[in-house]
């Protein structure tokens, strides 16, 4: 499935969140090219779940359209600007790897408090608190990184996502990996709020989110590599 870029997709009215659009996108690992003419368009209260077997490069558009990479050809765009120089764009973004950002020896809470802050987001007691409380994690707040499962480092990283308030867009890479069913929900209900308000998704995940899970478009990139 390929969504082509319209005229709403390069513009958006007035107080609402710009539009994430892909054109002709194509990455390269090596000599090897990953995906080619890629085009998409991930506009607010609107999620999608990119597709793709393993090594078809759903962390690398994901890294793309986070800006935290260049692609080797086409453009992403964040409203009419390009992602790396749209001023307001590391505000809008919330990225959330596959990888845990967590440091081994601080406490679950020490360490969403050093995220928050790193991304601008609230730090204070009761926020953190409150986050951890909503996903799950609030009797473990105390406890040191390193002796987490990995289902429970999965929803230390994820209690960014109870710290949102701003409308924004949210790229996350895997976010139902290692999660029993209690934190595939936790995560879903996160994400129906955050549509309400008008944000926007782009996730890819392995796993089923779910019957419970928001509406999600598809977007397999298997006819791109």
């Given at each position: 499935?390929?969504?082509?870029?319209?005229?709403?997709?390069?513009?958006?009215?007035?107080?609402?969140?710009?539009?994430?659009?892909?054109?002709?996108l194509a990455?390269?690992?090596g000599?090897?090219?990953?995906?080619?003419?890629?085009?998409?368009?991930?506009?607010p209260?609107?999620?999608?779940?990119?597709?793709?077997?393993?090594?078809?490069?759903?962390?690398?558009?994901?890294?793309?359209?986070?800006?935290?990479a260049?692609?080797?050809?086409?453009?992403?765009?964040w409203?009419?600007?390009?992602?790396?120089?749209?001023?307001?764009?590391?505000?809008?973004?919330?990225?959330?790897?596959?990888?845990?950002?967590?440091?081994?020896?601080?406490?679950?809470?020490?360490?969403?408090?050093?995220?928050?802050?790193?991304?601008?987001?609230?730090?204070?007691?009761?926020?953190?608190?409150?986050?951890?409380?909503?996903?799950?994690?609030?009797?473990?707040?105390?406890?040191?990184?390193?002796?987490?499962s990995?289902?429970?480092?999965?929803?230390?990283?994820?209690?960014r996502?109870a710290?949102?308030?701003r409308?924004?867009?949210?790229?996350?890479?895997?976010?139902?990996?290692?999660l029993?069913?209690?934190?595939?929900?936790?995560?879903?209900?996160?994400?129906?709020?955050?549509?309400r308000r008008?944000g926007?998704?782009?996730?890819?995940?392995?796993?089923?989110?779910?019957?419970?899970?928001?509406?999600?478009?598809?977007?397999?990139?298997?006819p791109?590599?």
């Amino acid at each position: 499935m390929s969504t082509t870029p319209s005229a709403r997709a390069t513009s958006s009215d007035a107080g609402e969140l710009p539009t994430l659009t892909a054109t002709d996108l194509a990455c390269r690992r090596g000599n090897r090219v990953l995906f080619r003419g890629v085009n998409l368009a991930v506009r607010p209260r609107e999620a999608t779940w990119l597709r793709g077997r393993n090594g078809r490069g759903k962390t690398s558009l994901l890294r793309l359209a986070a800006g935290l990479a260049v692609p080797d050809s086409g453009k992403i765009l964040w409203g009419d600007k390009p992602v790396r120089a749209a001023a307001d764009y590391a505000a809008q973004r919330v990225y959330v790897g596959h990888a845990n950002a967590l440091k081994e020896d601080l406490s679950v809470t020490e360490s969403l408090t050093f995220l928050a802050r790193m991304h601008g987001r609230p730090s204070d007691a009761p926020a953190i608190r409150a986050a951890l409380e909503r996903i799950g994690m609030g009797s473990r707040r105390d406890a040191l990184v390193r002796t987490l499962s990995q289902g429970q480092r999965r929803r230390a990283t994820l209690a960014r996502l109870a710290l949102e308030q701003r409308t924004s867009i949210w790229i996350l890479d895997e976010p139902y990996d290692a999660l029993d069913s209690d934190g595939v929900q936790a995560v879903n209900e996160l994400l129906h709020e955050h549509l309400r308000r008008g944000g926007s998704v782009l996730l890819t995940s392995h796993l089923s989110p779910g019957d419970a899970a928001p509406t999600l478009a598809e977007f397999d990139l298997d006819p791109f590599a």
